[in-house]
């Protein structure tokens, strides 16, 4: 919360943390609201230009060169990438196959549920909440497009056509579909193929003759995005076993062997983008991202290189291998307190980081001024055993369907931010990936968002994505008889 920009009051000053005072920031949580003020949210849109840079095309990916219009002017595209945190958008020019401009935004639904089934739920309460999801997400999309004009001179209306992928639930809140059936068994989409509509029809800002396709969906809460990530990846293609998995609130995993592709859908839940952390946060300035312990003491790195403000997905990770590794959890992820640790011998600099809070034992990654102190504790253990478990078990189950072993598996490939920034060997220590070589793990980039331009680009790309997701077939974890038991093992790290 900030007032008129002057200084802020020295008698305060004593209260207020290192961060505050640097930035003349206030914090919400401390602050008494006894008349009408301002809120600016610092960081809104940070961190999500990590997702908006990585786009790699498949080897032999050709787009389809467009002619200029009647008035010898150039033509262009734009593909969207609408994640339920992060919506990225990606400006084409269609006659020369070339990207122009790129950019991101938190996605604004996120003020009415940070996961899809508090979206859905409040989609349903009230006659006009699914139309103000939707138009909440349309003007986010036309905040990129003023964004593309303002930089590039590229007006809305020389914008002819849009692809655009998402999860399940924010494809059908992007076109305005009622998403109820993806919050009751058997969690069945409105729709899955591919979905057309004129951009004038759908309220889309683009030239009014532009037409918007939505790349199908797969499942329920396997959505056009993962078919966006089986076109870019080809994973369909690849010899042997290969995993892709896409991790983010939900994680999104896709199997591969002999030319059939399984996915499934694991409730990962928010904790890997920084949520249901007690210090956790997203990727953006301040943020913890990584985490060494070496010779008693936690070697850091942060965003933007600034005071650490809090954790980030690959931080915690991070900082759960290590803690791991050196004995201060348990395999069932048990954290030690200053006691136990110094029974086992553990350096004075790890027992001294050390103590106990309001959720248990805790492990002081940053030492701040006035006890302003970054740490993880045991519920944030728990929370990323919860995580983990969804995703291992998921990828357990489906191993077992096709009969392979985690020798058998040629490559694991990470799609998105999130993946392309986990550190890999942290991932292989906590069990959230089989146990392979790390140098089989690849990161991918953003593919869901690759898929998006290369279905806008090219027909045949198109025509492919549509096919690979009607072929694809869905394992319901829910349903399966071994989903709990493998679920629990696989808590452990």
Not at 61 to 67: E, G, M
Not at 179 to 207: C, D, Q, W
Not at 367 to 386: M, T, Y
Not at 456 to 462: E, G, R, V
Request: glycine share 12%; with cysteine.
């Amino acid at each position: 919360l900030t007032g008129d920009g002057g200084p802020l009051d020295p008698a305060e000053k004593k209260h207020l943390t290192e961060f505050e005072i640097r930035n003349n920031w206030r914090l919400a949580c401390k602050v008494r609201i006894i008349e009408d003020i301002t809120i600016e949210i610092p960081g809104v849109h940070g961190g999500t230009d990590r997702k908006k840079d990585l786009i790699m095309f498949p080897e032999g990916f050709s787009p389809d060169l467009w002619p200029l219009d009647k008035n010898n002017k150039k033509v262009y595209g734009v593909a969207f990438d609408i994640g339920t945190t992060t919506v990225v958008g990606m400006l084409w020019d269609l006659t020369t196959g070339k990207p122009v401009h790129a950019a991101a935004r938190t996605n604004p639904q996120s003020v009415f549920g940070a996961d899809v089934i508090s979206r859905i739920m409040f989609s349903g309460q009230e006659e006009g909440n699914l139309s103000l999801l939707q138009q909440k997400v349309l003007d986010c999309l036309h905040e990129i497009l003023i964004e593309f004009e303002n930089t590039e001179g590229v007006a809305p209306s020389h914008i002819l056509k849009a692809t655009v992928v998402g999860n399940t639930t924010m494809s059908h809140l992007f076109l305005g579909i009622n998403p109820g059936s993806l919050a009751r068994s058997p969690f069945e989409p409105a729709f899955r193929g591919p979905v057309t509509v004129n951009a004038e029809k759908l309220g889309f800002a683009i030239n009014s003759r532009g037409l918007v396709h939505v790349l199908p969906n797969i499942a329920g809460h396997v959505g056009s995005d993962i078919t966006g990530v089986l076109l870019a990846s080809g994973l369909r293609a690849l010899d042997g076993a290969n995993l892709a998995i896409d991790i983010g609130t939900n994680g999104e995993i896709l199997l591969s062997y002999n030319d059939k592709v399984l996915t499934c859908s694991t409730a990962a839940g928010p904790a890997f983008e920084g949520a249901s952390i007690h210090q956790g946060m997203r990727a953006t300035t301040g943020a913890i991202e990584s985490v060494r312990i070496q010779n008693g003491d936690v070697e850091l790195s942060v965003i933007d290189d600034a005071t650490p403000i809090g954790i980030c997905g690959s931080g915690l990770i991070d900082s759960a291998a290590e803690m791991l590794t050196y004995g201060i959890i348990t395999k069932k992820g048990r954290m030690l307190n200053k006691e136990e640790a110094r029974k086992i011998g553990l350096a004075d600099g790890i027992i001294n980081r050390l103590s106990t809070g309001n959720n248990g034992n805790e492990f002081i990654l940053f030492k701040g001024k006035g006890g302003n102190n970054i740490a993880i504790n045991q519920k944030d253990i728990r929370e990323v055993q919860l995580a983990k478990g969804a995703i291992s078990s998921g990828i357990s189950i489906m191993m077992d369907r096709l009969g392979i072993k985690a020798e058998d598996l040629r490559q694991v490939l990470l799609a998105g931010a999130f993946g392309n920034y986990i550190n890999k060997g942290s991932a292989l220590t906590i069990g959230l990936l089989p146990r392979i070589s790390e140098e089989k793990v690849i990161s991918i980039g953003n593919a869901a968002g690759v898929g998006a331009c290369m279905a806008l680009l090219s027909q045949s790309a198109k025509g492919h994505a549509n096919l690979l997701a009607e072929e694809t077939e869905h394992v319901d974890l829910a349903a399966h008889p071994d989903f709990q038991d493998t679920y629990l093992k696989a808590m452990y790290f």
